[in-house]
């Protein structure tokens, strides 16, 4: 056993370049005779585009180029596209409006493109970009969700009568009716999942380059999937080919489902370098990257359950509104749909759900996945649900779960999903006893003696990771396959190359994919290199979003390994004159079984490329192999998350005394890297519950587009975390792994909610749970009600 | 264009800038010094962060011009991989970092705490004063725990200096 290999919290190799500054972010590449980008944008929510005059802005100093939609047009450059088909209950497609990259006749959300401004600098760019003067035609907006739908509002898309974009459904109407008809007692709760902003702190970058010697683009961008971009980029929006098109995702300053998409800005710098014959670049400030990076979330849900009288759950219905903005985004019809609904079960035994979801849209930015996309919505519904039906009937939160849970494996769900392995009890009583649930009552009564109010509050997820296999979601209407690729590299001196389609934008692939080849072929780590993010390396991926990297990415790696495995035996066979049949390979050293010979797997890789010892009419020499891994389910983590906290009556103000968490990752690569992901999925949905919100006003302006408007968690905010797991592997990869990146997203807002609803003796409160919104709700009922 | 001279790790320089060059875009731009990052237009995010004669700044709400004269330390300035800083050291040994991006602007804040307020160093005052600098990606549960350890081994490298 590798000290550096499977299960060991090995240092990360990459950290040594981003702790001593030599990372290389997008915006931190400079290509020759570069110019720069400003993007001209809408003001305005929602307006004609009368006419648009550059005039004045040509003539600036510095400028190279303005560009207008009419001028994408000119070269029949596509808009760009979603790529889920939903479809309706009736069975009639998802009604989607154009979305060009360059807005022609029609703004639609306060953000969007309207021209774009090269000049030799950027303060020149910016300069120029302030003289082109649009000419709009405003027209009232459509910007809250609740209303969007409603008649005589105002109309985003031709293509979309009533904003509506699709009317969705899963699971069994009549079965969920006949279950309430017959329930003893329902509990019936509304609920918003607030919009969100993902904020990675890089910002999106973007740098466009024509080469014209080979005719060939290049693209670098911030991006969490570059081959996918480069496909959209070409076979879509019709940039080049894609043996003419090479996309480069360098180091990438966090992602969180925002940098997953194909952006205007993307196309609008590739395309533009051909046209001005220069590199182009273009680097969002951060109220850019508030207006037009996707944001998140936005729900809102009605949501009921029915109970026996035991208190056993016997339906769900669930009604939803989401917001998918101006435009659909790349995924953002699959957000509401098929990455909500289907985890609608959580970990309970539910015999029937029916799920309804109204796509909608809004004169807002798009919306998209963000970290957990779909999966936290579901499990606020349902751990909002189960925590006021057990507080209504009277019984202990934690008893009616465990009550509820599911307890055999594998467990079809009536929403699509097939549970394959899980011990929703074990994590729930590990959970209850690493925070003293026992002495909960006691800390209550003497927080109450203080003044203050305590509560404690649980969240049991589950989690759909992985989504696969990729007929599968193909039937679901998803336009891509979601296998893996890698390829293995193994160099005439042992050394190794491990080429990966997944990309690496802080979950610490270098370290962890390394320890897995590093172990497998019995090398030091340091003889392990770990390429992605670059379309002329790595030939194609999907990359890394839906904490699919360690389930499916590093299977690939498995599957191609296994074939390095079994040539290097073939290889070592004929070298030490035995039988294939009679070697074995463990910790680097292929041994001939009944003899003394033995060869390294350094020595075997020389004899590889040298082959002097082997018919090459029979083995090819070399030592390079590749997979394709496409999974045969998705990977289902779980957990249970308990927020323990205080909450000052005076001030409102919130603080988490206690956050415990035990997750089912099953196998674990790295534990230090795993419980890092946690801790940070954790802030994020700490951050939606008490603090983030994004608000549009009436007229569809974002009045939270700065970190001085849009509270991000800050360390004050935030209080260290109690981190552990169980272990149930996945049965369905070889590795047993389940993914870790999102759960303590998906887990921490009902957490906290249901603590702080614990905490105040009602559920009149919504997130994000500010102190002010706390304030107002910790007083007493009568006072509130008399406003 | 006016002219200005600095001193940036270590090292004379001397360029011509615009006026409203900022600190963090002479750094990034002119001296070609990525490690230290913009990440925000209202100086809260803290990944531009860099100190100046000694002191930590938000070098995105500096003037180049005004730092005529100055000294000015970069992550870049503050250790090598093969001879790493204390607090760096601290970072990679506590998981204190995922994507990097806000690292670097941490790493300078967190040794210019240390640099005020000593070694000894408890959670609170670790979270309280690191509110200008924001990271997405670790929840801050293990910054906090590399900046207080990357304390300690500031203060052990200062003794073993002294004796």
Known sequence: ????????????????????????????????????????????AHAKIKRIDIAAAEKAPGVVGIFTGKDLAADKIGGLICGWMIHSKDGSPMKAGAHPALATDKVRYAGDHVAVVIAESLDQARDAAELVSVDYQILPPAVRLADAQKPGQPQLHDEAPNNTVYEWHLGDKAAVEAAFAKATHRTKLELTNNRLVPNAIEPRAAIGEYDRGSGGYTLYTTSQNPHVARLVLSAFIGIAPENRLRVIAPDVGGGFGSKIFIYAEEVVCTWAAKKVGRPVKWVADRSESFLADAHGRDHITTAEAAMDASGKILALRVKTKANLGAYLSTFSSSVPTYLYAPLLSGQYDIPAIYCEVDGVYTNTAPVDAYRGAGR??????VERLVEVAARELGKDPAEFRMHNFIRKFPHQTPVLSNYDAGN????????????????FSARKAKSAKQGKLRGIGFSAYIEACGIAPSKAVGSLGAGVGLWESAEIRVNATGTVEVLSGSHSHGQGHETTFAQLVSQRLGIPIEQVSIIHGDTDKVQMGMGTYGSRSAAVGMSAIFKALDKVIAKATKIAARCMEVPETNVDFTDGVFSARGSNKTMKFGEVALQAYVAHKFDTAEIEPGLKEAAFYDPTNFTFPSGVHIAEVEIDPDTGRTTIERWTAVDDFGNLINPMIVEGQVHGGVAQGIGQALLEQAVYDASGQLVTASYMDYCMPRASDLSSFDVAMTNTPCPSNPLGVKGCGEAGAIAAPAALINAITSALGHEDIAMPATPQAVWRASRPRREIAAE | MATIAMTVNGKAVRADVEPRTLLAQFIRDQLRLTGTHVGCDTSQCGACVVHLDGKAVKSCTVLALSCEGKRVTTIEGLGEPERLHPMQEAFREHHALQCGYCTPGMIMSAVDLVQRKGSRLDEKTIREELDGNLCRCTGYHNIVRAVAAGAQAMAAQAMRQAS
Do not use: L
């Not at chain 1, 929703?424 to 002495?439: I, V």
């Open chain 1, 1 to 44: 056993m590798s000290e550096n290999g499977i299960g060991q919290s090995v240092r990360r190799r990459e950290d040594i370049r981003f702790i001593t500054g030599a990372g290389q972010y997008t915006a931190d590449i400079s290509r020759p005779g570069q110019v720069y980008a400003v993007f001209v944008r809408s003001p305005h």
């Open chain 1, 376 to 381: 936290p919505e579901a499990t606020f519904v």
């Open chain 1, 424 to 439: 929703y009890a074990a994590c729930m009583k590990m959970a209850a006893e690493a925070a003293d649930y026992a002495g």
